[in-house]
T-cell receptor
């Protein structure tokens, strides 16, 4: 158990819908990262927040957005969902904003039908 | 862009030694890290090489050679529980060296 929690574990929705994934980092960690894992794209970085501020952006679609709240939990919002958005979405956390040692949550499996 | 290449699959028997290679075509990163992911699970940090050479952590060792753009993860005394996917990763400059870019992963199957 990494100490990072993610909800929900599974999410099934239809194309065109909007969903919100939630992540709580390990106690004391200020940085939160979102990654997407799919069979064809592998494990890809989406976006990072540190202490409430966006710090780095990866291959995140414009239909996706995220934020980190004052209590340091983070939410990833996915809208206008397409079949290709079906994937595992991981949240990771770390103490600093630039480290190779990141602690991953159990992930949210999103299925878009 | 960044590119980290790994073999897609490796098979070995219990008690053996296996080496998983990672070659990269990227620059400007600080070091090479390795993550393990069991089926249905989350990636878990294994090791990090900041400098060239060998780092040892129990049954696992990791090696980096910047001049050869190459690294590897060495797993000794293989156990069935080592069956998992293994990813090499770097933090490249295009994300301010903050986020990880992962290789495509190597699926290790340990057989009895």
């Amino acid at each position: 158990d990494s100490g990072v929690t993610q909800t929900p574990k599974h999410l099934i929705t239809a194309t065109g819908q909007r969903v919100t994934l939630r992540c709580s980092p390990r106690s004391g960690d200020l940085s939160v990262y979102w990654y997407q894992q799919s069979l064809d794209q592998g494990l890809q970085f989406l976006i990072q927040y540190y202490n409430g501020e966006e710090r780095a952006k990866g291959n995140i679609l414009e239909r996706f957005s995220a934020q980190q709240f004052p209590d340091l939990h983070s939410e990833l919002n996915l809208s206008s969902l397409e079949l290709g958005d079906s994937a595992l979405y991981f949240c990771a956390s770390s103490v600093t904003d630039s480290t190779d040692t990141q602690y991953f949550g159990p992930g949210t499996r999103l299925t878009v039908l | 862009g960044q590119s980290l290449e790994q073999p897609s699959e490796v098979t070995a028997v219990e008690g053996a030694i296996v080496q998983i290679n990672c070659t990269y075509q990227t620059s400007g990163f600080y070091g090479l890290s390795w993550y393990q992911q069991h089926d249905g699970g989350a990636p878990t940090f294994l090791s990090y090489n900041a400098l060239d050479g060998l780092e040892e952590t129990g049954r696992f060792s990791s090696f980096l050679s910047r001049s050869d753009s190459y690294g590897y993860l060495l797993l000794q005394e293989l156990q069935m529980k080592d069956s998992a996917s293994y990813f090499c990763a770097v933090r490249p400059p295009d994300t301010g060296r903050r986020a990880l870019t992962f290789g495509s992963g190597t699926r290790l199957q340990v057989q009895p």
